[in-house]
């Protein structure tokens, strides 16, 4: 869902993330050697923010990682001071959707023009 960028974009989208309150990205670190994706928050609204995530690597799918990830990430956020989370998927990512559900997110809307679902967690424990 991410729009088409540069490669200046990119540099300085990252070189401004240190600064920025209302994001927060976290590498994920796989046997304290590989980088196999990423994960953060975003668009805190109060309460709420957008939970985010991303495995790289295929090999690593179906493995448990992202139950693992989101669990992480939910700790993160209470620290934080969320009490809720939301994110948006692609209505066609059936193993992305299953992931959600299984960690305790419902449907909440489908956005038809985009093709996106947005999942709500609320009470994040």
Do not use: C
Request: charged residues 25%; glycine residues 10%; positive net charge.
């Amino acid at each position: 869902m991410t729009p088409i960028f540069t490669r200046e974009d990119q540099n300085i989208y990252f070189k401004n993330l240190p600064l920025r309150l209302d994001y927060k990205i976290w590498g994920i670190l796989l046997d304290g050697h590989e980088i196999v994706g990423a994960a953060g928050l975003k668009n805190y609204r109060g309460s709420l923010a957008e939970y985010w995530g991303y495995i790289g690597e295929k090999k690593y799918l179906n493995q448990g990682l992202g139950q693992s990830l989101v669990k992480v990430v939910e700790e993160k956020a209470r620290n934080s001071g969320i009490i809720d989370l939301d994110l948006k998927v692609f209505a066609n990512n059936i193993r992305a959707i299953k992931l959600y559900q299984k960690v305790g997110f419902l449907i909440d809307h489908y956005n038809s023009t985009d093709s996106y679902l947005r999942m709500l967690k609320q009470g994040i424990q």
